[in-house]
């Protein structure tokens, strides 16, 4: 069903009896050209291209637990192409063209906001640093607005400017950043992926491949053998784990990230603001609760829920951004586990199995990437050859020394 303004009339006037399920819920076939592991943004996201745009039509995507369930359903919904390095900075450019055309592609509405996403500087070196920034994401097409300490004043008052534990020096401004909702985007991709053909199989845990002559002949799943003539990993935080099966040891750690929310308050934050002297980034929900985020746990887990030292360090920075928070109540607050590569940048590669490929180790930036993660994975499975666009995420740049370190922290995953 074509989604419209007609339809909601009509089904409004029909006691919203006419509509479908979103994606059927199919039993797994005995074996398909492509399995996608993982039924998260990049794993519909990939689906829906490789039948999209690549015309392959017997596609399985297999997920343990429910659509939407894992990190594209759990994050702080900050979408931005405002990055520094060659490799990120195309990729990005690239992936927030595709969130401008989602929801006319998809027919479905993503709720993509650009309201606007603004990094803060609180020293010279800091402001510095954006300036070099906000040049390159200009050279690459980019917006880039540079802000003094009286232009960001003036864009977001509710600052602390004046007696500030960190004094706020300037900030960039990305005006075509945002957010969108999350969880609409994966059911986006689900109904997108499904109406072109392809199985979405939920409750379907993979727990090993079969691998023969070094090339993957199918996966052991929770619900039987499935064969695949490719096997793309798309499994976030289990990036690591799932590897493993298939006997690879990745550069990539897992970490838990959380996410917190207020109760809903009157509009007051227009835009996305990232605190510069800590990590701590905030925006309003259209429900109007105050969404923010902070670090990573500092150890690797793969616990799926938050912890009270995070509640307090996120807090901590708010309060010392913007005090008017403390008047707020907490209401929710809950994890995600994430992959943490040791550049802070992801990969999209083949690996030694052939026929197997992995797209992995987003860490704190792959919603925004999801669009342009998908198509990207999509077509190196499909083709053989890297998308120019994310030419850089490369396997082996951990070997040959290529990193693609965006913050300048080194192999440190809990600083990215
Ligand atoms: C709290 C939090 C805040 C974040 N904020 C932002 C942000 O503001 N902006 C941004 O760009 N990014 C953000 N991120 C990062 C972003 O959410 C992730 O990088 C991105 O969602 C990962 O890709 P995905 O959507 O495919 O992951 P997921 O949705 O996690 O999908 C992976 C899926 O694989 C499934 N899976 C795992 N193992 C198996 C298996 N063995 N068999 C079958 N299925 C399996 C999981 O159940 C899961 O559903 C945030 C992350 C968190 C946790």
């Known amino acids: 069903m074509r989604y419209s303004a007609l339809q909601i009339l009509k089904n409004g006037l029909t006691g919203n009896k006419g509509w479908k399920p979103v994606w059927r819920d199919p ?25 999209k745009n690549y015309g392959v039509r017997n596609i399985a995507v297999l997920e343990k637990g429910y659509i939407g369930g894992g990190n594209v359903g759990r994050n702080t919904t900050i979408v931005r192409a405002n990055y520094l390095l060659d490799g990120n900075l195309e990729f990005y450019s690239h992936s927030l063209k595709l969130w401008e055309n989602l929801e006319a592609e998809l027919n479905y509405n993503v709720m993509l906001s650009q309201r606007g996403c603004l990094l ?17 994401n200009l050279a690459t097409g980019d917006d880039a607005v540079l802000m003094g300490r009286e232009d960001v004043r003036n864009f977001v008052p509710y600052l602390n400017f004046d007696d500030a534990r960190f004094p706020i020096r300037g900030g960039l401004l990305q005006r075509t950043g945002g957010t969108a909702r999350h969880d609409a985007v994966a059911w986006g991709y689900a109904r997108g992926a499904d109406m072109q053909g392809v199985d979405l199989i939920q ?67 227009d835009t996305v603001i990232s605190f510069g002297m800590g990590h701590f980034y905030i925006s309003q929900s259209d429900k109007g609760g105050l969404v923010f985020g902070g670090d ?68 704190y930036g792959g919603f925004k990437a999801t669009p342009a993660a998908g198509e990207a994975f999509a077509h190196l499975m499909a083709t053989g050859s890297k998308a120019e666009f994310a030419s850089k995420f490369n396997l082996n740049r951990f070997e040959t020394g290529h990193l693609l370190d965006d913050e300048g922290t080194g192999a440190r995953p809990n600083k990215h």
């Open 296 to 363: 990573i746990d500092a150890y690797n887990s793969y616990a799926q829920r938050g912890n009270l030292p995070m509640v307090e360090h996120a807090a901590e920075a708010g309060m010392a951004l913007m005090p008017m928070i403390g008047k707020a109540r907490m209401l929710r607050s809950w994890g995600g586990i994430m992959d943490m590569s040791m550049d802070g940048a992801p990969i999209i590669d083949k690996t030694p199995v052939d026929g197997l490929f992995l797209n992995g180790g987003w860490c």
């Open 203 to 269: 409750n379907c845990e993979v727990t090993g491949f079969k691998i023969a002559g070094g090339k993957v002949l199918g996966v052991e799943t929770s619900r039987g053998y499935i064969g695949a003539g490719k096997v793309g990993m798309s499994v976030a935080g289990r990036t690591s784990q799932v590897a493993e099966m298939a006997g690879m040891r990745l550069p990539i750690e897992s970490h838990v990230l959380q996410a917190f929310v207020t109760e809903a308050v009157k509009p007051v934050i």
């Open 120 to 136: 803060l500087a609180h020293d010279d070196g800091q402001f510095d640093g954006l300036a070099r920034r906000g040049n390159a």
């Open 27 to 51: 039993e797994p076939k005995k074996s398909y050209e492509v399995v996608i592991i993982g039924g998260g943004g990049h794993g519909l996201s990939t689906a829906y291209y490789l039948a």
